[in-house]
């Protein structure tokens, strides 16, 4: 349990580089995640340029802090491994039920992402305050794809306090809802 009570979001980092060795075991960490029919979803653009980096925090509603993340890693999930026709769009409306199994798929990956960088003394945020449209256009991400998060990486210059969590008895059930 250590490291999911380490784990926060961390919204101000220092300025040291997150180097491709680690950037390396944080895509490894995701690259063992569990996926429906092994379809493995996933993608990742990593993101170090300043210039890309305002053009990310641009559409992701100005969120000025994330500019002091050394690293962005753009999560996407590639719809064409379920739906086999890249020429459906997925985006916000889209109603296609595989599209909600490969963000469901791509989403247990980034965890295993965020969950590696806390055991390497990292710091990470999940931003999804964006739109498809705009995220696709500035990083030229096909139309069949969904981008699901954009994580700030890097090392933290911060310490937020713990939040407080629902006790167990109030999201734990059994057998039914209610019970």
């Known amino acids: 349990m250590d490291i999911f009570e380490k784990r926060r979001s961390i ?9 491709d060795e680690i950037l390396h075991q944080l895509i490894e960490a995701a690259r063992t995640a569990p996926s429906g029919h092994h379809t493995q979803p996933w993608r990742f653009i990593a993101v170090r340029s300043e210039e890309m980096k305002k053009r990310i925090v641009q559409a992701d509603h100005n969120q ?5 993340a050394p690293l962005f890693l753009v999560c996407v999930a590639d719809g064409y491994v379920r739906l086999k026709d890249e020429t459906i769009e997925l985006n916000e409306e889209t109603p296609y039920k595989e599209q909600k199994l490969v963000i469901r798929d791509t989403a247990v990956a980034i965890e295993h992402i965020v969950l590696k960088a806390a055991e390497l003394g990292l710091g990470t945020c999940w931003t999804g305050y964006f739109t498809q449209k705009e995220m696709k256009e500035i990083l030229e991400i096909p139309k069949d794809k969904h981008v699901v998060a954009v994580l700030t990486v890097g ?21 039914r809802w209610g019970k």
């Open 64 to 68: 000025e802090w994330m500019m002091s």
């Open 11 to 19: 919204r101000k980092y220092t300025d040291q580089p997150v180097t």
């Open 155 to 175: 090392y933290p210059a911060e310490e937020p306090k713990p939040k407080e969590r629902k006790a167990i008895e109030e999201i734990l059930m059994y057998e």
